[in-house]
């Protein structure tokens, strides 16, 4: 794809920011983990050999024991060591009783001098789920050691994966509800500040009126008429967010009306709406891109708020104002403190200095060196 002037001078103007680079690139390393948080952190095997077979449990969360040589209608658990044998063995019966014993001969493919299909599995780097509970460890909260990185919760939950899982549903929350609140908050503001007169003013005083609402209020009333989710707590808070760009995006508009070039489109017939999106909302981009990191830091913190209050989302998604509570009633915890900070710190880091960076693309009055 060819870029005009104006794109490669906005480019240009974000890679002399090295700071907005490397966090950008650090942001996307940890976007896209997070993405595949499945195949990182997973209380099922990536790959299962059953007889020369290959499954893929990471993609079908299902499996009986029967399908492995076991009884039938009860749910197949990779981590029971029964159920490894029962695969690595290809379904010798005798795994319900001695699993390690066998476990152990199979590594020679010869059990009772008979051979055996011998089978394996592939196991994800963190053998544990965000709601993987893990029954073997001796206290909850657990310290960090080698089985977890980062210790476990106050219900024997592995903290990097519910970290992982977290960052992953903190970022598309905020990516989803930004989204949705710049595309109405920019056209609100455009109309206004391009219309001016009786439209604007009745914008103003609806905003007025939509701004003095208790947003917090209507959070709390809808989570006890319904049950809370993910695009249902987007819609609400994308609801009573859009009204931050506006007043930005109106003052440009309405500085901008009245420029030389905005007249001689009018008086070339240019349509109204080319105009506002084509001429004039390029240059009202900085001042809407200055305030980009606040709403999205804003979302993420707004959506942990909320995890913490206990009026977010359910408590079958993983979630970091969750691990921030459970760090605030486990003081004796650190691990908890530490870990619920610095990613925090981090991911907000980050989205900050990235969006400096679009700004300085977007400014005009940018000067490269």
Same mark, same amino acid.
């Given at each position: 794809?060819?870029?005009?002037?104006?794109?490669?001078?906005?480019?240009?103007?974000?890679?002399?920011?090295?700071?907005?680079?490397?966090?950008?690139?650090?942001?996307?390393v940890i976007f896209v983990l997070s993405l595949f948080a499945e195949?990182?952190?997973?209380?099922?095997?990536?790959?299962?050999?059953?007889?020369?077979?290959?499954?893929?449990?990471?993609?079908?969360?299902?499996?009986?024991?029967?399908?492995?040589?076991?009884?039938?209608?009860? %749910?197949?658990?990779?981590?029971?060591?029964?159920?490894?044998?029962?695969?690595?063995?290809?379904?010798?019966?005798?795994?319900?009783?001695?699993?390690?014993?066998?476990?152990?001969?199979?590594?020679?493919g010869v059990i009772a001098g008979e051979e055996i299909a011998q089978?394996?599995?592939?196991?994800?780097?963190?053998?544990?789920?965000?709601?993987?509970?893990?029954?073997?460890?001796?206290?909850?909260?657990?310290?960090?050691?080698?089985?977890?990185?980062?210790?476990?919760?106050?219900?024997?939950?592995?903290?990097?994966?519910?970290?992982?899982?977290?960052?992953?549903?903190?970022?598309?929350?905020?990516?989803?509800?930004?989204?949705?609140? /710049?595309?109405?908050?920019?056209?609100?503001?455009?109309?206004?500040?391009?219309?001016?007169?009786?439209?604007?003013?009745?914008?103003?005083?609806?905003?007025?009126?939509?701004?003095?609402?208790?947003f917090l209020y209507i959070i709390i009333i809808t989570a006890a008429?319904?049950?809370? %989710?993910?695009?249902?707590?987007?819609?609400?808070?994308?609801?009573?967010?859009?009204?931050?760009?506006?007043?930005?995006?109106?003052?440009?508009?309405?500085?901008?009306?009245?420029?030389?070039?905005?007249?001689?489109?009018?008086?070339?017939?240019?349509?109204?709406?080319?105009?506002?999106?084509?001429?004039?909302?390029?240059?009202?981009?900085?001042?809407?891109?200055?305030?980009?990191?606040?709403?999205?830091?804003?979302?993420?913190?707004?959506?942990?708020?909320?995890?913490?209050?206990?009026?977010?989302?359910?408590? /079958?998604?993983? /979630?970091?104002?969750?691990?921030?509570?459970?760090?605030?009633?486990?003081?004796?915890? /650190?691990?908890?403190?530490?870990?619920?900070?610095?990613?925090?710190?981090?991911?907000?880091?980050?989205?900050?200095?990235?969006?400096?960076?679009?700004?300085?693309?977007?400014?005009?009055?940018?000067?490269?060196?």
């Open positions: 794809m060819t870029l005009n002037p104006i794109q490669k001078r906005r480019l240009a103007a974000f890679r002399a920011n090295r700071r907005a680079v490397w966090s950008l690139w650090i942001f996307l195949f990182i952190a997973n209380d099922k095997p990536l790959v299962v050999s059953y007889r020369g077979d290959l499954t893929f449990p990471v993609f079908n969360g299902f499996y009986e024991e029967s399908d492995f040589g076991g009884d039938p209608g009860l %749910n197949a658990n990779f981590k029971d060591e029964a159920i490894q044998c029962l695969i690595i063995t290809g379904g010798l019966e005798d795994c319900y009783y001695e699993p390690e014993e066998f476990i152990a001969d199979a590594e020679d089978g394996w599995m592939i196991w994800p780097p963190i053998p544990y789920s965000f709601d993987t509970v893990n029954d073997d460890v001796d206290r909850a909260p657990g310290p960090p050691d080698a089985n977890h990185w980062l210790g476990t919760d106050d219900t024997t939950r592995d903290v990097l994966a519910r970290v992982i899982y977290g960052v992953r549903t903190s970022l598309l929350f905020a990516i989803a509800m930004v989204g949705i609140s /710049s595309v109405v908050g920019v056209a609100a503001g455009a109309i206004q500040g391009y219309f001016g007169g009786w439209t604007d003013l009745l914008f103003q005083r609806f905003i007025e009126i939509w701004g003095s609402t208790p008429i319904f049950t809370m %989710n993910f695009w249902l707590l987007v819609g609400l808070m994308a609801l009573f967010s859009w009204t931050s760009l506006v007043g930005v995006v109106r003052a440009e508009f309405l500085r901008a009306r009245n420029f030389e070039y905005v007249r001689a489109a009018r008086a070339l017939g240019v349509p109204d709406r080319t105009i506002m999106f084509r001429h004039i909302l390029p240059n009202a981009m900085v001042a809407t891109v200055t305030l980009m990191p606040f709403l999205v830091t804003g979302a993420i913190s707004g959506l942990a708020v909320l995890d913490y209050l206990g009026f977010g989302l359910p408590s /079958s998604y993983p /979630s970091l104002g969750e691990l921030t509570l459970q760090a605030k009633e486990n003081l004796h915890a /650190s691990w908890l403190g530490f870990t619920a900070f610095f990613t925090f710190a981090i991911l907000l880091s980050l989205l900050v200095f990235i969006f400096e960076g679009i700004r300085d693309a977007f400014d005009p009055r940018k000067v490269l060196a």
